[in-house]
Antibody, heavy 116, light 110 residues
């Protein structure tokens, strides 16, 4: 059974940092592009970033460029999102998802709240 | 405002056919495949249609997708009460190098 389990969310002050993790199982993680997608409370889906199988290519939405870094550890079947200089508008549920642009598998999400 | 546009709402009675549009541009829908996601309240999105008109295993054939030029659509035939939820289209944008989601359409079963 495919599983994606996010962790690392929580309450952080504006300007602070968080590192999200996504543990993958049930599929050959190292052969998939992986992505992060977020959803602000009561709002629609927003793609955040993706990363190639070997980590050699990464793409980001403009609003997080220079602040967020996507990375992966194929040996540990794990995906990460380092989030720095957090802003109130980054408050959202963050989902990890398989694939470059077609997301077959999704995690349950982890809530990030940026507030003082 | 989303690069890709969906109507905020759609509705129909049980058994009816409902269609949701998704309008983009030459750099996204016009060039790349469109995917559709269904999101039930409080849950993660689920892939419903990929590459314009392909259904993943387990998705009922009541759901179908199509694309023409820079627009795509999702049709739900034989509408059921459990179809009442949010639907999103998405496509990669070659100019922006980002995945663009539509703003989402809430389907109501009357």
């Amino acid at each position: 059974e495919v599983q994606l389990v996010e962790s690392g969310g929580g309450l952080v002050q504006p300007g602070g940092s968080l590192r999200l993790s996504c543990a993958a199982s049930g599929f050959t993680f190292g052969t998939y592009w992986m992505s992060w997608v977020r959803q602000a409370p009561g709002k629609g889906l927003e793609w955040v970033a993706n990363i190639k199988q070997d980590g050699s290519e990464k793409y980001y939405v403009d609003s997080v460029k220079g602040r967020f870094t996507i990375s992966r550890d194929n040996a540990k079947n794990s995906l990460f999102l380092q989030m720095n200089s957090l802003r109130a508008e980054d408050t959202a549920v963050y989902y990890c998802a398989s694939g470059f642009s077609t997301h077959d598998y999704w995690g349950q999400g982890t809530l990030v709240t940026v507030s003082s | 405002q989303s690069v890709v546009t969906q109507p905020p709402s759609a509705s129909g009675t049980p058994g009816q056919r409902v269609s949701i549009s998704c309008s983009g541009s030459s750099s996204n829908i016009g060039t790349n495949g469109v995917n559709w996601y269904q999101q039930l309240p409080g849950t993660a999105p689920k892939l419903l249609i990929y590459n314009n008109n392909q259904r993943p295993s387990g998705v009922p054939d009541r759901f179908s997708g199509s694309k023409s030029g820079t627009s795509a659509s999702l049709a739900i035939s034989g509408l059921q009460s459990e179809d009442e939820t949010d639907y999103y289209c998405a496509a990669w944008d070659d100019s922006l190098n980002v995945l663009v989601f539509g703003g989402g359409t809430k389907v109501t079963v009357l």
